[in-house]
């Protein structure tokens, strides 16, 4: 740490403006900075340690097959002149060709034209939904052969190494919307296998609002800022939506997740991945059987707190696009498990629900998911435009071997997802950009169009003599055959009609509620009152809470409690849904914390400190978060560096004023009587805590460091697991470490009822 504060003071020069005079507005044709001092690191770095870059520099040995695909389209201008699209170079960047200093601008500056044309153009249609979006690159590996089920390639040879590109994203808000909203999580994943590409476009709940893709603009619209003034922005807490919820009741099981701690996720690296619908797998036998598809994150599943949330909307809004780059950066590489649930044919009807009803799940406590490889996100993107807006995931995207069932919804999103990238990147040839072009050969008779960058020599038609018949059909095979669909029985007449089957709106959202810890109920208690309490008209609160007394009494009397509504005996004694498969207690699968399975490898502590602090307990401190992968950040009063009490610096990695609690997940001061006594006359610090406090966050505080309870009006209390004092730092970090392990310390949540910070 010392080193680097010595380093930037050896030379004053790059802190020093170039252009203080009338050549800021000159030919710039020499360097402006050393070289040196802007050289990334070509191997992890903590977060924040280096300016975040291009995933190329920054983990150049991290390839896939994809990744080397794009190498052709890669460019570094390191050492290049600056030239027009035309390739010619340009000598002056800094003025229009104009007559005389003060004259008429000339329309034959063609360098102008053309810079200004490209610049009024640089916008596309963003997505209508989930126009919010982070993404990075990475592979997949199936630890098994699943020939057993489907003769899809990538799944059957455990030494291939697939590519993948995941996008994950918010639904509601623009594209420039903050990360934290309450909101479902986009997850969706393009998977480069050598078949073509398989695409899973799912979210972070395993069902979705609709249950037929006809009323998918309906409920976009209803969810959407408000026609009329465009409120709010990445919020469903308006009336238009709720309106729309209490007159579509299956709507209601999503909601109840949306509700939930699911709906503000602590991390993009800490949620679970859902394909929604049922799918088939075939296999070489033509054997079928049906499957949902799951990712479950091994950094375990955790939220925010609502209040945090919030907070950081203003804070940080790239929170969680932030927390995905620095963590690859860092080497922490997000990885998610892929699970099968499988469903005999034979079973389709077995259960008491549809299984082509994409607002119910599957209970894992009824059918276990089958945990059959890794993903591994390890690279960030090169350029967020032309991947991660330009990639377009399509659930038409399918491989030999897996194929589509009848859900209604999922059969729209077939064209729909298609057609919307047709109008957004511009026309039919969106699949031969370098993000979504596949690695396998593409060979057919569809020409022309806008942006085609092919150049076919052959014939535009089939069946065709003149150019040997090429190409032409691949024969049905057990291994690299064409593609043939799987002959699922269908008959009946042409109806409107939905499916009696769906029918049931209620017993699911209550499976869903009673599998939840207390803790969790009250959150989704408070959330659906959070919400409803921002809706205007009362009539449309008042049908949605008694939609709630449909699925739990606990659940509604809550949710009117806080509306101040009064609800009538008929309503408190209506008869509830029957167990799901006769799941009476629940399933811990639905719950975030039922299990208790958190991680706390790449968790981020700020380390409070100031002038005087122990050099010794900093360094004790950081080698046993580090010793569990925690990073620790050395907040400060100010930048620049600290000098310790036994005279050493410190380089700060952010002030008290930028980094309040909300950033972090647990928050230390380390000893050192001077630094302590400063940070208790500090606002920000005192301020910090109690954030931290309120937040239920874990608090180490060795030695003296106990006082700075008393001077940020902090409890002295002995029953919180989270408020770690122990005048030996060696046992007061063990003790933190456990803390940390329960993520939040929820026992302290009534006891902040009353707490301001």
């Known amino acids: 740490m010392t080193e680097k504060v010595k380093k930037a003071h050896k030379s004053s020069a790059p802190g020093q403006p170039p252009f203080t005079d009338e050549k800021a507005a000159q030919p710039h044709y020499d360097d402006l900075i050393d070289p040196e001092l802007i050289k990334i690191t070509p191997k992890p770095t903590p977060p924040g340690a280096e300016p975040m870059t291009a995933g190329s520099q920054k983990l150049p040995d991290n390839t896939t097959d994809k990744s080397k695909d794009m190498d052709v389209f890669r460019q570094n201008s390191e050492g290049e002149p600056l030239t027009t699209t035309q390739g010619v170079k340009v000598a002056n960047n800094q003025s229009i060709l104009s007559i005389g200093d003060r004259g008429p601008k000339l ?252 607002t119910k799940l599957i209970p894992e406590a009824l059918v276990p998911v089958e945990i059959v490889g890794k993903m591994v996100l390890n690279r960030n993107p090169d350029n967020f435009f032309a991947e991660t807006e330009q990639v377009a995931f399509c659930p038409a995207n399918i491989v030999p071997g897996i194929e589509f069932s009848d859900d209604p919804l999922l059969q729209g999103r077939v064209f729909s997802y298609v057609d919307t990238q047709r109008h957004r990147l511009g026309g039919p040839n969106f699949n031969e950009l370098p993000i979504n072009r596949p690695l396998c050969p593409v060979h057919n008779h569809q020409r022309d169009g806008q942006h085609q960058m092919r150049l076919d020599t052959g014939p535009n038609y089939e069946p065709n003599s ?136 790449s968790r981020r502590v700020s380390l409070l400190a100031a002038d005087g602090v122990s050099y010794k307990s900093v360094s004790a401190l950081v080698k046993n978060l580090q010793n569990e992968g925690v990073h620790c950040i050395l907040i400060a009063p100010h930048m620049g560096a600290i000098r310790t009490d036994e005279g050493k610096d410190l380089i700060v990695d952010g002030s008290l004023a930028g980094n309040p609690a909300a950033l972090f997940d647990a928050v230390v001061v380390p000893e050192g009587d001077a630094s302590i006594e400063a940070l208790m006359a500090d606002g920000d610090a005192k301020y910090h805590l109690r954030q931290a406090y309120r937040h239920l966050k874990a608090i180490g505080l060795p030695g003296k460091a106990k006082e700075m309870l008393k001077a940020a009006g902090l409890p002295e209390d002995a029953k919180d697991s989270g408020l770690v004092l122990d005048s030996d730092s060696d046992k007061m970090v063990k003790e933190f470490i456990k803390a940390m392990k329960e993520h939040r310390i929820w026992a302290r949540e009534d006891k902040t009822s009353d707490f301001a910070a």
């Open 107 to 358: 329309m034959e500056d063609f360098h102008f034209n053309e810079k200004i044309a490209h610049f009024d153009r640089e916008r596309i249609p963003e997505r209508v939904v989930h126009a919010r979006g982070s993404g990075a690159h990475g592979y997949f590996q199936v630890y098994k052969s699943m020939e057993k089920y489907t003769k899809a390639a990538f799944l059957r040879d455990p030494k291939t190494i697939t590519p993948v590109f995941v996008r994950f994203s918010t639904v509601q808000g623009f594209r420039g919307s903050p990360d934290t909203v309450r909101d479902i999580r986009g997850f969706s994943t393009k998977i480069y296998t050598s078949e073509g590409n398989f695409d899973i476009v799912g979210n972070d709940t395993p069902v979705f609002f609709i249950q037929d893709a006809i009323k998918f603009p309906d409920f976009v619209h209803a969810v959407k800022p408000e026609p009329n003034n465009e409120m709010p922005q990445g919020q469903s807490a308006h009336d238009s939506f709720w309106d729309y919820i209490s007159l579509q009741p299956e709507t209601l099981h999503n909601v109840m997740w949306a509700m939930s701690d699911r709906g503000i996720p602590r991390s993009l690296r800490m949620l679970e991945g859902f394909g929604i619908h049922t799918y088939r797998l075939v296999n070489a036998r033509g054997e079928s059987h049906f499957v949902r598809f799951h990712w479950k994150p091994t950094y375990g599943k955790s939220s925010l707190i609502w209040d945090e949330a919030q907070l950081l909307t203003g804070r940080d809004p790239d929170f969680h696009r932030r927390d995905l780059w620095q963590a690859i950066e860092a080497g922490d590489y997000p990885e998610y498990e892929l699970g099968f649930q499988i469903i005999p044919e034979a079973d389709e009807h077995k259960f008491g629900f549809d299984i082509l009803d994409a």
């Open 466 to 601: 003149i150019g040997g018949n090429w190409p032409r059909e691949a024969p049905e095979a057990a291994e690299n055959g064409g593609f043939t669909t799987y002959p699922a029985k269908a008959e009946g007449k042409k109806v409107r009609h939905r499916s009696p089957s769906f029918a049931d709106y209620y017993s699911h959202p209550r499976l869903f509620w009673i599998s939840q810890t207390d803790f969790e109920k009250k959150h989704i208690i408070n959330a659906f009152s959070f919400e409803l309490g921002k809706v205007g008209r009362s009539y449309i609160r008042e049908r949605v809470v008694d939609h709630l007394t449909r699925i739990d009494h606990e659940l509604a009397r809550g949710v009117a409690m806080n509306l101040g509504l009064e609800l009538s005996k008929e309503q408190l004694s209506r008869e509830l849904p029957k167990p799901v498969g006769g799941l009476d207690k629940g399933d811990p699968a639905l719950s975030l914390y039922a299990k208790g399975d958190q991680v706390i490898k």
